[in-house]
């Protein structure tokens, strides 16, 4: 292990035992893929008091649901899911189709909202804080992501632990520990979401290019992280002469 990275993996392992000593209740929400898996291992190799989480919406890849095996296989831990409300999923199908989050963009924050943001806001709703593997070279909506957050709308601590990490960095830490990690990353998916809405990046696209490929680049947030579209957007109307 290069100094440089033993000097990034000392740091994340110092904060993740900071959050977890400030908040008794805490969780990491995990998308299963590269920065989740990275989180995943400096928490469940050394014990921190970090539960994990992922959200079953339904729709994902064969693939993602497979690293709830691999986590349980390695580290003998089972994350917990949770999973949208039935009867709103079957209420957006019978009302517009099982796909029509390709038709607009509010039509697509609907079934997001529906299987993504309300069991997020159920799965957040006995802790005092939670973790993402958001970082700020993903793309345009994380640019101005900070390390800690407060989640206004939902009242909570919100940590970012590799906000300023590299994608080099992340996958440097994969190998040096030779983390389990989604075969889709092989095949060109740097960020995975839902099945029909994730696809391959392109060569020179940045990493989120294949979330929602069918949208302009500065809404591709679903509502999870609601402080990106609102930073984003601070950013774009603050004049040049107050930067």
Not at 13 to 19: H, K, N
Not at 210 to 239: F, Q, Y
Request: hydrophobic fraction near 40%; aromatic fraction near 6%; glycine fraction near 6%.
């Amino acid at each position: 292990m290069t100094p440089e990275l033993q000097a990034r993996v000392d740091r994340l392992d110092a904060l993740l035992d900071s959050i977890a000593a400030r908040h008794e209740r805490v969780k990491l929400a995990s998308s299963l893929a590269a920065e989740d898996m990275v989180l995943t291992h400096a928490i469940l190799s050394r014990g921190v008091k970090i539960g994990i989480f992922s959200l079953n919406t339904g729709r994902l890849h064969a693939e993602t649901l497979g690293m709830i095996d691999a986590v349980k296989a390695r580290y003998g831990y089972d994350i917990e899911q949770f999973h949208p409300q039935a009867d709103a999923v079957d209420a957006y199908v019978r009302d517009h189709g099982a796909n029509a989050f390709y038709e607009s963009i509010d039509l697509r924050k609907s079934c997001c909202h529906i299987r993504k943001v309300e069991p997020l806001n159920r799965a957040l709703g006995d802790v005092s804080a939670w973790v993402t593997g958001q970082r700020r070279e993903q793309s345009v909506t994380r640019a101005e992501l900070h390390e800690e957050e407060h989640d206004a709308p939902r009242g909570i601590a919100k940590f970012n632990p590799l906000a300023d990490w590299s994608e080099a960095d992340v996958w440097d830490y994969l190998k040096a520990f030779d983390v389990p990690v989604n075969p889709l990353h092989a095949r060109g998916y740097p960020s995975i979401g839902c099945e029909p809405c994730t696809r391959a990046v392109r060569p020179g696209e940045d990493s989120r290019a294949g979330r929602w490929w069918w949208e302009s680049r500065d809404t591709k947030e679903c509502g999870l992280h609601m402080t990106n579209i609102s930073s984003i957007r601070i950013v774009e109307e603050t004049p040049s002469s107050a930067i």
